[in-house]
Each structure stands twice: as C-alpha cells, then as structure tokens.
C-alpha cells in the first residue's frame, strides 16, 4: 500500500502541464494535398513554377505554406489564406513582394530571403501578426519610416543598408536583430528602445567605433562586431561593466591590441565568452 500510495503521488497527474507535440497534418505536392484538402495545415510546394495552384485557396485550416526555391509568377491563391501563420517565398525571384501577400492578416512568420528585392517591401507595416520576418541576401539599401511594429526577429543580413532609420525605435518587443554583411558606420540612439533586443550581428560592416548606444540595451545576451575592422578599442571599464547580460561578444577582425583585449576581459562578466 505505501509503495502503490508513492508510486501515485509521483506519477499522478505527470502529464498535467505537457503540451501535445505540434503535429500538423502535411502534405508535399498538390497530389498529396487534394485529398485531404478540407484539413491540411502544411503544405510544401517548393521548387514549383506558374502560377501557385488555385486549389490552395480552398484550404480552409492551411497554417504554413513552402514555396522555397520555386519559378512563381501568380500568388492570387494566397488571398484567400485566413489561417496561414507561416509563409516561406525564400529564393522566389519576387522582385517586389505580391500584393496578395498583404491580406495575411494571421501571417506571423514571412521569409523572403534571396527574392532579388531592391528595397524593403511597402506595406508590411500593417500587418498585425508579423513576428518574424526574413530579408537576408536581397538588395536592400534603406529601411522605411514605419516598420512592422509587431517584430521580434529581423533578418537583415547580406544587403546594402548603410545607416537604421528613428524608426527602429518602434520595435520595442524586438529580440533578434540581424545586420551581418551591410555597410553601417554607426547606429541611432533610438536603438535604445529596444530594450528587449537579446541578439544583435553587426558583423562586417564599417562601424567606425563601438556604438555607444548599446549600453542602453540591458539585455544584450549574444554581440557579433568580428569583421569591423576600424574598431580598435571598446569603452571604458565603467560602461562595459553595465553590460551584465552579456555573454558572448565577438570582436575577430577587430585590430585590438594585446593591451586592450587584457583590459576588455577583466572589465566584462567573466560569464561573457570573448571571441577576439
């Protein structure tokens, strides 16, 4: 009795707080999904060409679409998507991003990385549910003056964008801010906003020093600032103290001299992992 009483109080209602895996029912390709096209949730598509299959509007539960690598030119299916969370045209040669896309208003996740888009696309600043959004390896030289307020990961990496607009400041629940491979000088104080802001890459750009602004971020968790070559000393040991939720700062390719980078490590949390 006393082991069946223990082996109860420690194995009763184990499961109470554990969530169901998320399970999606998937289909790759139009003949996998017409069948079960009243209750699919995930569709890939990648690598496909024309227009996007016009059955796709009739996919009433579709959560998460894959078009990946695809030759599309029509998107007038996607207008109809009221349920798409996730939305993948990665390496879709867009040029500029279908209007269709717009009408998304559950779309939480969007990822045009390598679309060959030559400026930020208009309109994504209206979209209520934009989390994450995608931009890596276009061409990209400025951001708008309003951005999708909502975000909580940017990727910016590999365009041509040499200077943040004031508005990146709106961002106030932004996390991950990616900027690997741009032309940046130097960064707004408006950054400081972001107080959320936990990742920020800033890899090879051309920051001329180390940008002061991001004392004002208390919790920085993960820096990447290898590549900027003028940056050859950080700031004071005050103000890299302030920098308690550090804990990896990449500084390869920045011409620190011994003295310096002796300094930099007694001035951090020896928690923070220093990459010279």
């Given at each position: 009795?006393?082991?069946?009483?223990?082996?109860?109080?420690l194995?009763?209602?184990?499961?109470?707080?554990r969530?169901?895996?998320?399970?999606?029912?998937?289909?790759r390709?139009?003949?996998?999904?017409?069948?079960?096209?009243?209750?699919?949730?995930?569709?890939?598509?990648?690598?496909?060409?024309?227009?996007?299959?016009?059955?796709?509007?009739?996919m009433?539960?579709?959560?998460?679409?894959?078009?990946?690598?695809?030759?599309?030119?029509?998107?007038?299916?996607?207008?109809?998507?009221?349920?798409?969370?996730?939305?993948?045209?990665?390496?879709?040669?867009?040029?500029?991003?279908?209007?269709?896309?717009?009408?998304?208003?559950?779309?939480?996740?969007?990822?045009?990385?390598?679309?060959?888009?030559?400026?930020?696309?208009?309109?994504?600043?209206?979209?209520?549910?934009?989390?994450?959004?995608?931009?890596?390896?276009?061409?990209?030289?400025?951001?708008?003056?309003?951005?999708?307020?909502?975000?909580?990961?940017?990727?910016?990496?590999?365009?041509?964008?040499?200077?943040?607009?004031?508005?990146?400041?709106?961002?106030?629940?932004l996390?991950?801010?990616y900027?690997?491979?741009?032309r940046l000088?130097?960064?707004?104080?408006?950054?400081?906003?972001?107080?959320?802001l936990?990742?920020?890459?800033?890899?090879?750009?051309?920051?001329?020093?180390f940008?002061?602004?991001?004392?004002?971020?208390?919790?920085?968790?993960?820096?990447?600032?290898?590549?900027?070559?003028?940056?050859?000393?950080?700031?004071?040991?005050?103000t890299?103290?302030?920098?308690?939720?550090l804990?990896t700062?990449?500084?390869?390719?920045?011409p620190?001299?011994?003295?310096e980078?002796?300094?930099?490590?007694?001035?951090?949390?020896?928690?923070?992992?220093?990459?010279?």
């Open positions: 009795m006393v082991f069946a009483a223990l082996a109860a109080a194995c009763g209602g184990c499961f109470d707080h969530e169901a895996p998320d399970r999606l029912v998937s289909a390709g139009m003949d996998e999904a017409a069948p079960i096209a009243a209750t699919v949730e995930e569709l890939d598509l990648g690598g496909g060409s024309g227009e996007v299959p016009a059955e796709v509007a009739s009433p539960r579709l959560r998460r679409l894959y078009l990946r690598g695809g030759a599309y030119t029509g998107f007038a299916a996607l207008a109809g998507l009221e349920s798409l969370e996730v939305l993948d045209l990665g390496r879709v040669r867009l040029g500029a991003m279908p209007g269709e896309v717009l009408s998304l208003k559950s779309l939480r996740d969007l990822y045009l990385g390598g679309c060959g888009l030559a400026a930020f696309p208009e309109g994504l600043e209206a979209m209520p549910s934009l989390r994450y959004l995608n931009l890596d390896r276009n061409g990209i030289a400025e951001l708008p003056g309003a951005l999708p307020p909502g975000l909580r990961f940017l990727r910016l990496n590999y365009n041509e964008i040499s200077s943040l607009p004031p508005s990146i400041g709106t961002l106030r629940g996390r991950r801010l900027l690997r491979r741009n000088e130097s960064l707004p104080g408006e950054l400081s906003a972001c107080a959320e936990t990742d920020l890459d800033l890899a090879d750009n051309n920051l001329a020093e940008p002061a602004v991001l004392a004002a971020l208390p919790r920085l968790r993960n820096l990447d600032l290898s590549g900027n070559a003028r940056i050859a000393s950080l700031p004071d040991d005050a890299l103290a302030s920098f308690r939720a804990r700062l990449r500084l390869t390719g920045c620190l001299e011994n003295g980078r002796a300094r930099v490590r007694a001035a951090l949390d020896p928690a923070c992992a220093i990459i010279f």
